[in-house]
C-alpha cells in the first residue's frame, strides 16, 4: 500500500458524459500528480498540483481538467467522454518542492474508466 | 520536452538469467531517473532510482547504471525468479523544483520461464 488513495476503483458511463476520479496523496506529501495509461500510449503524463496551484501540464486535452484543494486531495474531471478516453487512471504524490534533491512519486491504485 | 525511449518492449528469460532493459533520454537537464515494476492491473511500483550525481546503485539483485554523456540508464536484475514477470518501467525527470513529472517510457514485458 503506497498511501496514496484513488476512488472510485471502476467507472462505466456513456460518450458525451461527465465523470470525476478523487485522489488523496500521502500524508506530507504536497504534488499530485495524474497519469493515463492506455494500451497503446503507455504512462501518460496529464498534469501536476502542487499545493494547490498548477504546477506542469503534459499531454491534457481541453476536456480534462484538475484542481487540487485545500486538504491536498485532487480531482480530475473528463467531459464530453469518447471511446478512445477509457484507460486507467493513476494518480501520484510525492514531496516535490523547492530545494528538495529527490523526488519519488508513490502511486494509488489507478481508476479503470470505460466508455461504452 | 523530454522523451524516454526504452528497449526491448518484450524479453523472455529463464529462470536464474540476468536480465537488462535499456532507455536513453533526450533531456541533458533531467537528473532524476527512477524504474517501476507493474504487475498486471495493479499500480506501478518503485523499485529503484538513480540520481545523475551518481553512476550506479544497487538494491540486492537489482541494478541500475547511469551514463551522462551519453544520455541513457539501465536497469539490471541476476538471478531472476518466476515473481520478476511483471511491465517494467523507466522515467526521467527534472528535481529541484517545484515540478518533477515524470516522462516514461513505453515499458518492457519480461518473462521469466521457471
Known amino acids: ?116 | 520536452g523530454e522523451n524516454v525511449e526504452q528497449h526491448p518492449s518484450t524479453l523472455s528469460v529463464q529462470e536464474g538469467d540476468s536480465a537488462v532493459i535499456k532507455c536513453t533520454y533526450s533531456d541533458s537537464a533531467s537528473n532524476y531517473f527512477p524504474w517501476y515494476k507493474q504487475e498486471l492491473g495493479k499500480r506501478p511500483q518503485l523499485i529503484i532510482d538513480i540520481r545523475s550525481n551518481v553512476g550506479e546503485k544497487k538494491d540486492q539483485r537489482i541494478a541500475v547504471t547511469l551514463n551522462k554523456t551519453a544520455k541513457h540508464f539501465s536497469l539490471h536484475i541476476t538471478e531472476t525468479q518466476p515473481e520478476d514477470s511483471a511491465v517494467y518501467f523507466c522515467a526521467a525527470s527534472i528535481v529541484g523544483g517545484s515540478q518533477g513529472n515524470l516522462i516514461f517510457g513505453k515499458g518492457t514485458k519480461l518473462s521469466v520461464k521457471p
Open chain 1, 1 to 116: 500500500d503506497s498511501g496514496v488513495t484513488q476512488t472510485p476503483k471502476h467507472l462505466i458511463t456513456a460518450t458525451g458524459q461527465r465523470v470525476t476520479l478523487r485522489c488523496s496523496p500521502r500524508s506530507g506529501d504536497l504534488s499530485v500528480y495524474w497519469y493515463q495509461q492506455s494500451l497503446d500510449q503507455g504512462l501518460q503524463f496529464l498534469i501536476q498540483y502542487y499545493n494547490g496551484e498548477e504546477r506542469a501540464k503534459g499531454n491534457i486535452l481541453e476536456r480534462f481538467s484538475a484542481q487540487q484543494f485545500p486538504d491536498l486531495h485532487s480531482e480530475l474531471n473528463l467531459s464530453s467522454l469518447e471511446l478512445g478516453d477509457s484507460a486507467l487512471y493513476f494518480c501520484a504524490s510525492s514531496v516535490a518542492g523547492g530545494g528538495v534533491t529527490y523526488n519519488e512519486q508513490f502511486f494509488g491504485p489507478g481508476t479503470r474508466l470505460t466508455v461504452l
